[in-house]
């Protein structure tokens, strides 16, 4: 297909950009966006960047009623020579394709939204930060906008990508996070949209992670939707445990998001041949392994929280101290392994990055 040429409108003013010593996750966004525009009958077209700004929606559009939307979450880095990073950038348009699918949405071209991935970059690369544990979140959506109150799937949308600068997805930075275990709410099930990056999935979760954050934990463990027996994931990331020398994560089942730094985490753990385990695992298994001194380590993957040590769990008020409330070896290995690949600092033996540079040269 032939690629649509992308308008671009400048701003004509710069913000003041955030000091990377105290940046959090998802309050500052830069000057610029990308929009695109969908019309049945017509497919994508108008693709143009424009200054960063309030949209605005008719109150009947879809997305306001029924949440017919889906997103993504990937990074871009800066190395020390200043070249821009992106980690998998094509494994995110796949992916948001799939979600698409399952929301009755149309298929975004990935080349062609990687292309205005990269033009949007090339525009606000000043605004990447390089102090380490920052970086410059990028944040694809589509939403349906069709004014229409009836359920059915719209027949007009719009894809944005708009950029964030980002420190630490948690307040707790690298240190271990406290997990509770939830035993009434349920996140999905299988034949559900809990394999799709839509809005309702985070939504549905917010209840059960108020109460969480009132107990003094960071987020919750969902466990499966039927016998809520088994491990699933946790609100913002996939999770893994090592048992006795062995790293186990639950197996995408349907209900599960396929999270692309659990993809590379499982390359990057089969590489260095430390055994993989990708299964069912029940909350007894995790007690047992814990009461027999063997629950060795936990840890959260995810684009915005990277690796993330998991220090206690507590499963209907039976705590569970991992590691003595410590990052463990292999969460330290794998959070500086792929950070180092990510920012430049490490060999991309993996074929991982894109850079910008060339990326751009190859699209001109
Ligand atoms: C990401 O890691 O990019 C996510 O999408 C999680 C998000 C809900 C903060």
């Known amino acids: 297909m032939s690629r649509l040429p992308i308008q671009i409108k400048l701003s004509d003013s710069k913000k003041e950009k955030p000091d990377p010593q105290t940046l959090v996750f998802g309050r500052n966004f830069t000057d610029h966006m990308f ?26 559009s879809i997305v306001l009623h029924y949440g017919q939307t889906v997103f993504e979450g990937l990074k871009a880095y800066k190395s ?24 009755c ?14 033009q949007l970059i090339q525009i606000e690369k000043d605004w990447i930060p390089t102090l380490p544990g920052t970086s410059l979140y990028i944040r694809p959506f589509v939403i349906a906008n069709e004014a229409f109150l009836g359920v059915a799937p719209a027949k007009k949308y719009q894809f944005y990508i708009i950029l964030c600068p980002v420190g630490s997805y948690y307040k707790e930075g690298i240190h271990p996070i406290k997990i509770l275990v939830e035993n009434e709410f349920v996140r999905a099930v299988k034949g ?28 919750v ?12 994931e946790v609100g913002s990331m996939n999770i893994f445990f090592k048992i006795n020398g062995e790293v186990i994560t639950p197996a995408i089942n349907g209900s599960i998001l396929e999270g692309i730094t659990r993809k590379s985490i499982l390359q ?53 101290i991992v590691n003595d409330n410590k990052t463990g070896p292999l969460s330290k290995k794998l959070f500086e392994t792929l950070s180092n690949i ?23």
């Open 35 to 60: 929009i695109a525009d969908y019309d049945e009958g017509k497919g994508w077209h108008s693709p143009r960047i424009v200054p960063y700004a309030p949209v605005t929606l008719d109150p009947a």
């Open 268 to 320: 990057l753990l089969r590489h260095w041949n430390i055994p993989v385990q990708e299964r069912k695992l029940s909350m007894d298994e995790i007690r047992g392994a814990y009461e027999n001194g063997q629950l060795e380590e936990v840890f959260g993957t995810g684009t915005a929280a990277v690796i993330s040590p998991v220090g206690e769990l507590n499963w209907d008020g039976y705590k569970m």
């Open 105 to 118: 949405m149309p298929r975004i071209d990935e080349e062609q939204a990687l292309h205005a991935l990269t």
């Open 192 to 219: 559900g949209t809990g394999g799709a990056k839509t809005a309702g999935n985070y939504a549905s979760g917010l209840k059960a992670q108020e109460a969480a954050d009132k107990k003094g934990y960071s987020q």
């Open 80 to 103: 020390e020579d200043g070249t821009v990073r992106l980690f998998r950038p094509e494994e995110n348009m796949k992916r948001m394709n799939l979600s698409l699918d399952r929301l």
């Open 342 to 364: 990510q920012n430049g600092n490490e060999k991309d033996s993996f074929a991982w990055i894109l850079k910008l540079n060339s990326e751009l040269a190859k699209l001109a």
């Open 221 to 232: 463990l969902w466990l499966d939707g039927v016998e809520r027996k088994y491990v699933e």
